[in-house]
């Protein structure tokens, strides 16, 4: 059996758009853990998730609602 010990990652955000005067703090914690035993994906998101306009962060909302890019088979 094996431990597996998952936590949050506080840091400040370079990249939040629109640019704030301020720092932006951000908050990157599991959401939910999928899979089977030996196989876990971690589903990660970011608080500011709803706030940020960056079309190229993976957590941002303004990354999901654009157009879905189906995978090569």
């Known amino acids: ?4 010990y998952i ?4 840091g400040v ?3 939040f758009l629109p ?3 301020e720092p932006i703090s951000i908050v990157i ?3 939910r853990i999928e899979g089977t035993e030996g196989h876990l994906k971690i589903i990660s998101g970011c608080n500011m998730w709803r706030g940020c306009q960056n079309k190229n962060c993976y957590f ?3 990354a999901r609602s654009g157009e879905k890019v189906k995978a090569r088979s």
């Not at 059996?1 to 597996?4: G, N, S």
């Not at 936590?7 to 506080?10: A, F, L, R, Y």
């Open 29 to 31: 914690s599991p959401i």
């Open 60 to 62: 941002s909302l303004a």
């Open 1 to 4: 059996m094996v431990d597996v």
């Open 19 to 21: 640019k704030q005067e």
């Open 13 to 15: 955000c370079d990249q």
């Open 7 to 10: 936590q949050s990652e506080v």
